[in-house]
């Protein structure tokens, strides 16, 4: 079955340093994993995707298939990024497959 | 509108009783999705859309939900018997479709049931 997996509920990190949220995803076909992120009062909206293999305010993601994971790094954290970021897994022709979410707290 | 809009943006009902939920999606998406978002829980995915079609009902947990699309756009979650386990932010979100899409998500309405 599709999966997705954030083992952190919750992280905290000073501002400047660096953050990673880490997400494993499960699924036997060719997996399209995303990032999305909701700020504070705030709609849930996409961060990034690994098809655009971009960098989004800072972040990146690589896509590891040998170890099956999406995790979501920041060399420098900023307080504006506190946030509930989930790691989604697109499969099918459209479903996609969120994880619990990490809160991210970053303190001044 | 620029994007999706979903009202009411909060509702309280008492146990028993029926909601509707209502989801307006961004023009000329023809792809609309409902999830439940709880404390702890992420989002689970509840019914797909393509236009005015729901090829995936999956996620609708019991009997009591259901939901419909009219004219391609406007989209309404009905929940019957509302239960105290139903409390939840309810969010829509629409696309253009088709796998990989970016997926637009609503405010959300927050549901409690009393």
């Known amino acids: 079955a599709q999966r997705v997996t954030q083992p952190e509920k919750l992280l905290s990190v000073f501002k400047g340093a660096p953050v990673e949220l880490k997400c494993n995803y499960s699924y036997s076909g060719s997996p399209e994993l995303f990032w999305y992120v909701q700020y504070s009062r705030q709609r849930l909206q996409l961060l990034l995707r690994h098809i655009s293999r971009e960098s989004i305010k800072g972040f990146t993601a690589d896509l590891n298939k040998g170890e099956t994971s999406f995790h979501l790094k920041k060399p420098f954290a900023q307080e504006e990024d506190s946030a509930m970021y989930y790691c989604?897994?697109?499969?099918?022709?459209?479903?996609?497959?969120f994880g619990k979410g990490t809160l991210l707290t970053v303190n001044p | 509108g620029a994007g999706v809009s979903q009202s009411p943006s909060n509702k309280v009902t008492e146990k028993g009783k029926d909601v509707e939920l209502r989801c307006d999606p961004i023009s000329g998406h023809t792809a609309l999705y409902w999830y439940r978002q709880s404390l702890g829980q992420g989002l689970e995915f509840l019914i797909y859309f393509q236009g005015n079609s729901a090829p995936d009902k999956s996620g609708l947990p019991s009997d009591r939900f259901s939901a419909e699309r009219t004219g391609g756009s406007v989209s309404t979650l009905t929940i019957q018997r509302t239960q105290q386990e139903d409390s939840a932010v309810y969010l829509c979100a629409s696309s253009l479709g088709g796998r990989g899409r970016e997926q637009y998500f609503g405010p959300g309405t927050r549901l409690t049931v009393t």
């Open positions: 989604a897994l697109g499969w099918g022709n459209y479903k996609l497959t």
